[in-house]
């Protein structure tokens, strides 16, 4: 499996992430794995180039058969794995249906996120408009209002989808981390808070933290108000 199998991911990348903590969680922790700088433009290298040609990161390959959407590989590990390490897909259909609503949810919280938190980065200057930026805040906030309820009708110490960790929650993790690390308010939002610090602790979770938030605290809180 090693020559032909390989993870490669950056620092801080939710979608990186999720890969990461499926192979923790399907007690694959031998695959090869190789991190990329983003700053050096390593998610541009030819050997990454040759399985992903969009040069973006995750880029992974597992002997031979390439899927580097983090979705479709986590659904893949499950899928190639199911009775390895931990269940993160329930058989029943009622639970089946819910992992998979709240992890392709994920998305849309991630398009918000970036649509307020990167507007200034993503948008030149000579395009950018209060007004936008108002309403990306508007939309964020309401999303973050929407999780918060989903976590609330759960109960206490549940997880996004149930009583078991699963799939949506390896997807919603490294979102939300990302979310706790650019400032989202504890005060606001407790459940996201309190689930975040729950999870967090989490062996799977702890393996794959991002070695540069080990190193640097935090430099932006765009979400300090939302």
Request: charged share 20%.
């Amino acid at each position: 499996m090693a020559e032909n199998s390989i993870l490669y991911w950056g620092s801080g990348s939710p979608p990186c992430w999720r890969i990461m903590i499926a192979l923790q969680e399907k007690k694959l922790h031998s695959m090869p794995q190789k991190l990329l700088s983003f700053d050096k433009q390593e998610h541009k290298l030819p050997e990454v180039l040759a399985i992903n040609p969009r040069g973006q990161l995750p880029s992974f390959k597992h002997e031979g058969n390439v899927v580097n959407e983090s979705l479709a590989a986590c659904m893949y590990l499950e899928s190639q794995f199911k009775s390895q390490g931990n269940p993160l897909i329930p058989d029943p259909p009622a639970e089946q249906a819910l992992v998979y609503q709240r992890m392709f949810e994920v998305l849309t919280l991630h398009q918000k996120m970036a649509d307020f938190a990167f507007y200034n980065w993503r948008v030149p200057e000579p395009e950018r408009h209060e007004a936008a930026l108002a309403r990306n805040k508007s939309a964020l906030t309401t999303e973050f209002t929407l999780w918060e309820g989903y976590l609330g009708k759960m109960g206490p110490r549940s997880y996004i989808a149930g009583k078991n960790f699963t799939m949506a929650d390896v997807v919603l993790f490294p979102q939300l981390a990302l979310c706790v690390r650019f400032g989202l308010s504890q005060k606001r939002y407790p459940c996201l808070l309190d689930y975040y610090n729950r999870v967090k602790e989490r062996p799977s979770i702890q393996a794959t933290w991002p070695p540069h938030w080990r190193e640097t605290p935090p430099t932006m809180d765009p979400l300090k108000d939302v």
